[in-house]
């Protein structure tokens, strides 16, 4: 074969250089990097504050409740003092309550005097007193002691407060000790403040 022949031998150092082959890698813009890092932080920083506005309030509703339902016990407890004192009024028949003498007199009225200020003060702390006379029964906050036969009222209504009842922040504290009227026509569904019906919480 003649040297005209011969195919000339490409250069490598002319070659095309292969597809990749020595491409540098893309660099990373430093703005989009700032901004990410950024975003980043600040979606941290709003979750973290609203975990702790979260954990203020629920720390703000225990201290509350805990400062409101301490006093559940002793509250009981002076329930029945009440109780005993209203006891000794009742006890009194009206015509010795008339004639009573000075002495007498002053000690029933010192009696009254002491119930009516234990009720101001059960009341300044959050404790409501029930008396659900006329109203239907309701098993979440009264509790039937015996049955009236009256058609004259809805089947279920409180007929008689035996004794009272009270709650305290919503809670009950003592229900209502009633009797309950049997024989009407059935009582409608008792209804929440929103005017729905209530809904039985015993059920």
């Known amino acids: 074969m003649s040297d005209a022949e011969k195919e000339p031998i490409e250069n490598p150092v002319d070659a095309p250089e292969s597809a990749g082959a020595g491409e540098k890698p893309a660099e990373t813009d430093p703005a989009a990097a700032v901004t990410a890092e950024r975003d980043d932080l600040r979606d941290k920083l709003l979750r973290l504050a609203a975990e702790m506005e979260n954990l203020r309030k629920r720390t703000e509703r225990e201290v509350k409740e805990a400062a409101q339902y301490a006093v559940t016990s002793f509250a009981r407890d002076m329930l029945t003092v009440g109780d005993n004192l209203q006891r000794a009024l009742a006890a009194?028949?009206?015509?010795?309550?008339?004639?009573?003498?000075?002495?007498?007199?002053?000690?029933?009225?010192?009696?009254?005097?002491?119930?009516?200020?234990?009720?101001?003060?059960?009341?300044?702390?959050?404790?409501?007193?029930?008396?659900?006379?006329?109203?239907?029964?309701?098993?979440?906050?009264?509790?039937?002691?015996?049955?009236?036969?009256?058609?004259?009222?809805?089947?279920?209504?409180?007929?008689?407060?035996?004794?009272?009842?009270?709650?305290?922040?919503?809670?009950?504290l003592r229900p209502a000790l009633v009797g309950v009227s049997k024989g009407g026509a059935k009582a409608q569904p008792a209804a929440d403040d929103d005017g729905q019906p209530r809904v039985d919480k015993t059920a």
């Open 92 to 172: 009194l028949p009206a015509d010795q309550r008339e004639g009573a003498g000075e002495g007498l007199a002053a000690l029933i009225n010192g009696v009254e005097m002491t119930e009516r200020e234990m009720q101001n003060v059960l009341t300044r702390h959050g404790m409501k007193k029930l008396e659900p006379k006329g109203e239907k029964f309701d098993p979440n906050f009264h509790q039937a002691m015996f049955e009236i036969p009256d058609d004259s009222v809805p089947n279920g209504t409180v007929k008689e407060v035996v004794q009272a009842g009270y709650t305290i922040g919503g809670r009950v």
